[in-house]
C-alpha cells in the first residue's frame, strides 16, 4: 500500500529551514534578524506557577543569549508538510464511504510529516547549524529525545500563543516555500504539516507554561500591541 501511494505520488513532502541571528534583548523577547535585515520581536511567556526553593519558572527566551553578553546567538525555524494533494484521495473516499482508506491515508501523511520533521532536526543539530557534530545516538535515544537542542511549536504548551505563527513564517518564507497556510484559527494546511522554532542551547528543555496571571497578561498585550480583550481571546486556556 506504501509503495502504490508513492508511486501514484498521494503524498507530497515539502520543507523549509532556517537559522537567524538572535539574541534575548529583553526578559521575555528574542529579536531575530531576518534575510532582509528586519530585526524581528519573538514574544514568549515565563512560567508563574509556584516551585521548589531553587526552582526558576523559565520562559523560552531564556535559551538565548542577552543581548548584553555581547554574543551573538541565533534561532531557528522550520515549517514541513507531508499533506500536499491529498485531498482529492479524501474526496474520493468519501463519495465511496471508505472511511477506512480516509483514516489510513491522514494517518500515514501525519506520521511522514513527523518523520521528516525529525530528520531535519538531526541534520540541523550534525550539519546545517553543526552544534552536535559528534552526536551518534540509537533510535531508542532519538525517541527518548536525548539529543542537544529543542523544537518547540507555537501553540504547543511551551508557547502556547500562535499568532507567534505568522513571525515564522514570515521569517521562512514558509507559505512560498512549502505551500503551508495559516487558517483564520491559525490551524495549518494541510493538516499533516508541522512547524516551530529550534533552540541548541545545551540547557533548552521542553516545558509547560501552566497557568499565567493577569499582570504578565498584560505585559504580553503590551509587548504584542494588543488590547487586553485580545490578549485574554489567545491566553485564554492560560489564565489563572
Partial sequence: MLKKIVDEKWLTARAVIGLFPANATAPDTVT??????A???LEF???QIKKAPGQPNINLSDFIAPVETGKQDWIGGFAVTAGEGIEKWLDKF?????DYSSIMLKALAD???EAFTELLHERVRKEFWAYATEE?????QLIAEEYLGIRPAPG???CPEHTEKYKLFDLLGATASTGITLTESLAMYPAASVSGWYFANPQAKYFGLGKIERDQLQDYATRKGWDLETAEKWLRPNLD
Fill in 45 to 47: 511567556l515565563r512560567q
Fill in 39 to 41: 530585526q524581528v520581536p
Fill in 136 to 140: 551518534h545516538l540509537s533510535n531508542e
Fill in 111 to 113: 506520521r511522514l510529516a
Fill in 156 to 158: 504547543y504548551p511551551a
Fill in 94 to 98: 468519501k463519495k465511496e464511504h471508505d
Fill in 32 to 37: 531575530a534578524t531576518a534575510l532582509d535585515g
